[in-house]
């Protein structure tokens, strides 16, 4: 029995050692994803994006020499669409974060390498987490927090893998993670330990780790969302004949298009929303299983479901001639502010059944 624990909590303690040592990665990748976007040269996306936003360049004749003709001929440049909308602007994606440049390329992959070591060595640390208790490693804020992060990273990284143009979202997301692993071991931390008898089921398996995942893929469309707001403003101005500060035409001008943005945020939101209505429904049964009641307005359960109806509004508001575009977005950020609420507010600030899990 001693030996067995002091086994749990040489895990314990190799598990905290992982997790700050992903923080020193993690800011590791947040200094390359900078030196990406400062190295990147802005005079490249300068002219990229004037090639782009000229009236008409989109639809220009190209003078080509013809092989074995002996003659040259004019063909219509292809236009980049990239928003179907009746009446919505046509405009490409920007170059990217490297700003189409070697070195800032360079650097954009040294910080997607940073960002798998860090998300290996987290990894690893919320799986010595959980052998430490022998348990699922998310009966606390403290260990949903680190998995919560872990798999935000782990989807981004999916993406990367599956040849989405998603790079755009490795810096907002590193920035998050250390905050995030920054209040988890500053104020949330709690000592390895056994669960109540109500969260010692097969349930915490199933509800936690869906709410884990449908979290992340929410905070990816979160940022995606925000990122349309500031790129469909900037598209607007320039539309409109204005001019853009220099510090706006060297951030905006790289990312995706805001039809793109809209687009990845309406697509991960809707893809997850079912799971998250799954969420909910194995969370029921659970309280059923442990209180004997499947609903009893308890400020957990009325918060998942204020989110719930947020994401509906937001995909309805989608479908909806007059709601698409800017005011759906605005509806997409205050569903997710629900589900931050409902993690940070209720956890820390509402009594409630859930709050014995403890900080």
């Given amino acids: 029995m001693i030996l067995a624990a002091e086994t749990n909590e040489s895990l314990a303690q190799m598990s905290n050692t992982l997790v700050y040592s992903s923080m020193a990665v993690y800011t590791l990748a947040f200094l390359a994803h900078i030196a990406e976007w400062v190295f990147g040269s802005r005079s490249k996306v300068g002219r990229t994006a ?68 860090a998300f290996a060595l987290e ?44 790079r755009w979202i490795g810096l907002p997301l590193v920035t998050t993670v250390l905050l995030d692993l920054g209040v988890a071991t500053t104020w949330l931390y709690t000592e390895s330990d056994q669960l109540v008898p109500a969260l010692d089921s097969y349930w915490l398996w199933i509800h936690v780790s869906t709410a884990i995942f449908c979290g992340a893929v929410f905070y990816l469309g979160a940022v995606a969302t925000l990122l349309y707001l500031f790129r469909d403003s900037y598209e607007n101005k320039l539309a409109n004949g204005g001019r853009p500060g220099s510090f706006a035409r060297s951030v905006l001008e790289r990312l995706p298009s805001a039809a793109s943005l809209d687009k990845f945020s309406y697509r991960v939101n809707a893809a997850v929303f079912p ?71 209720v956890n820390i600030f509402v009594s409630s059944k859930h709050s014995y899990a403890g900080v």
Avoid at 71 to 83: F, M
Avoid at 129 to 142: D, F, I, L
Avoid at 329 to 343: D, P, S
């Fill in 50 to 117: 004037a090639a782009l936003t000229q009236p008409g360049a989109a639809a220009e004749k190209v003078t080509v020499q013809v092989k074995g003709a002996g003659g040259t001929t004019v063909l219509d440049r292809p236009k980049v669409v990239t928003r179907a909308a009746a009446g919505a602007r046509d405009v490409p994606d920007g170059p990217g974060a490297a700003g189409g440049t070697v070195k800032g390329d360079l650097y954009g992959r040294i910080a997607v390498s940073l960002t798998v070591l």
């Fill in 123 to 166: 990894a690893v640390g919320v799986v010595t987490r959980a052998s430490s208790v022998q348990r699922a490693p998310w009966g606390n804020m403290y260990e949903f927090s680190t998995t919560f992060s872990t798999v935000a990273v782990g989807t981004y990284l999916g993406f990367l893998l599956a040849k989405k143009n998603v």
């Fill in 275 to 345: 799971l998250w209505t799954f969420t909910i429904i194995a969370g029921a049964i659970w309280a059923g299983d442990a209180w004997g009641r499947y609903w009893g307005w308890d400020a957990k359960e009325v918060w998942s479901f204020i989110t719930w109806v947020g994401y509906a509004a937001y995909l309805h508001a989608r479908a909806t001639a007059g709601w698409k575009g800017r005011k759906a977005a605005y509806i997409a950020l205050i569903a997710f502010g629900c589900f931050l609420f409902n993690y940070y507010g």
